[in-house]
């Protein structure tokens, strides 16, 4: 069974440029997470989704954030405009069962964002 | 502030002898924790958990304890391998999100 996976690995941008992170979850896993990890710093929670919908968005740093999941399936976190104190490794993690919290969470590898 | 809080950035031992990480969360209401183990470039990966109704818990080489009073746990490693060399970070549940501690990086000395 394939892992979470993320699209694309590192990417280098500069400030004030778009970028998009793609994560595909385990597939048939309903919750889908996001998470950072600014240099040195805990992984931080930015947002879950339950299939589609936003459960829980507590976690985004301002509006310049903006998630999706079109379908339940995969999900894209966009930056726009980028700026320094995003950088950061994204992560993007996936559990089973809607309504079970106690369901393992599966990482992904990890995006690394660098805005220079 | 964090709620999480792992205090010890780094760690070393030498294989075969007993790795010791510890935690503390400040919040009383969490009432599941677990560690996650992180290689280079690579995501993290599910160690082992609690709930807060126990006070230890046993996988193989691992155990974590939780002491509820004191709002602390640790996660011992016996024996620590050389391959257990990563970054550990230490999670309480929220609801759903996990809340992370800063993570504590192992060094198991061949």
């Known amino acids: 069974e394939a892992g979470v996976t993320q699209f694309p690995s590192h990417s280098v941008i500069e400030k004030g440029q778009t970028v998009t992170l793609r994560c595909d979850p385990i597939?048939?896993?309903?919750?889908l997470y996001w998470y950072r990890r600014v240099m040195g710093k805990e992984i931080k929670f930015l947002l879950h989704?339950?299939?589609?919908?936003?459960?829980?968005e507590s976690g985004m740093p301002n509006n310049r954030f903006l998630a999706e999941r079109t379908g339940g399936t995969y999900s894209t976190l966009k930056v726009q405009p980028a700026e320094l104190e995003d950088s950061g490794v994204y992560f993007c993690?996936?559990?089973?069962?809607?309504?079970?919290?106690?369901?393992?969470?599966?990482f992904g590898p990890g995006t690394r964002l660098t805005v220079l | 502030d964090q709620q999480v809080k792992q205090n010890s950035p780094s760690l070393s031992v030498q294989e075969g002898r007993i790795s010791i990480l510890n935690c503390d969360y400040t919040n009383s209401m969490f009432d599941y924790f677990l560690w996650y183990k992180k290689y280079p470039a690579e995501g993290p990966t599910f160690l082992i958990s609690?709930?807060?109704?126990?006070d230890k818990n046993e996988d193989g080489r691992f155990t974590v304890f939780l002491n509820k009073s004191a709002k602390h746990l640790s996660l011992h490693i016996v024996p620590s391998q050389p391959g257990d060399s990563a970054v550990y970070f230490c999670?309480?549940?929220?609801?759903?999100?996990?809340?992370f501690g800063t993570g504590t990086r192992l060094k198991v000395l061949a």
């Open positions: 597939s048939g896993h309903d919750n």
């Open positions: 609690i709930s807060s109704i126990k």
């Open positions: 993690a996936s559990s089973q069962v809607e309504g079970d919290p106690y369901n393992e969470q599966f």
């Open positions: 989704f339950v299939k589609e919908s936003k459960q829980d």
């Open positions: 999670a309480a549940k929220g609801t759903y999100k996990y809340i």
